[in-house]
């Protein structure tokens, strides 16, 4: 498996942004209603809502040659999305905020694509917190048309259908079971591992992949998850010995903790 880009995104109005570099000129304005599935279009932009007022948060994307497989039962959401790329370079960032500047930039090929958005353990976040354990994990796909197959996005997984929430499928497992999840190749399954780990309050686990794992994204998401958790001497550590984004956010959430 190929590694994926990743890029710590910094949610400002309850959103971030997939968009063309060409796009400089957006009011805001979409041409759907974003409340509904918490998707918002316009033209070259996709404006991924959460739950989330403002904040860093992880975010995942994988670049495809034609649609992929279907998604994990792990994600609690999946939406698929159109945009267009007329400059070839696609970024990701927070909207209207410094903190997650420059986000990932990458060139693309000028075309048509689809995104697919997969969500994943939006149950740690209370709605209008700026804090939690989730991440998105995004994939970028050709559109097979001309002209978008999609008129406005597409309802892969409604979050309503929570059957295989990760909190169900990982929450129950034998915590050495789960300590082996936790050294997966794939970032996003160790993230929501971290979650799992954190409600089964194995703190001093979920502190030692905020401060070693490879993946600055996983790294952020443990911090989050022991937040959650309000784990505060774990966070301290973290605090202390991390610098930049990371060891920032952990003193934001030391200080919101009561």
């Excluded at 190749?185 to 993230?191: D, G, H, Q, T």
């Amino acid at each position: 498996m190929s590694r994926p880009l990743e890029t710590i995104a910094y949610l400002s109005d309850y959103r971030f942004l997939l968009c063309d570099a060409a796009t400089t000129e957006w009011q805001g304005e979409y041409t759907n209603s974003p409340g509904e599935e918490g998707i918002g279009l316009a033209s070259g932009i996709v404006a991924i809502l959460g739950p989330r007022t403002q904040g860093p948060v992880a975010v995942f994307l994988e670049m495809h040659s034609s649609r992929p497989a279907d998604p994990a039962p792990r994600f609690c959401k999946v939406l698929e999305a159109p945009i267009r790329i007329r400059s070839g370079t696609l970024r990701i960032l927070g909207e209207g905020n410094t903190e997650g500047q420059p986000g990932l930039e990458f060139s693309v090929e000028p075309r048509q694509y689809i995104v697919r958005i997969s969500y994943a353990d939006l149950d740690t976040v209370e709605t209008g917190a700026s804090h939690g354990a989730e991440h998105y994990w995004l994939e970028l796909y050709p559109d097979s048309e001309s002209e978008t197959s999609i008129p406005e996005y597409r309802v892969i997984r409604p979050y309503e259908y929570l059957e295989h929430a990760v909190t169900e499928l990982l929450s129950p497992m034998d915590v050495e079971e789960l300590h082996w999840l936790a050294q997966d190749p794939s970032p996003s399954v160790r993230c929501s591992c971290i979650v799992a780990l954190a409600r089964q309050k194995q703190f001093k686990a979920v502190q030692h992949l905020a401060l070693n794992d490879s993946s600055r994204c996983v790294r952020m998401v443990a911090v989050g998850a022991l937040a959650m958790m309000k784990a505060r001497d774990y966070l301290e550590m973290v605090s202390d010995r991390e610098t930049g984004l990371i060891g920032r956010t952990a003193r934001n959430h030391l200080n919101n903790l009561t």
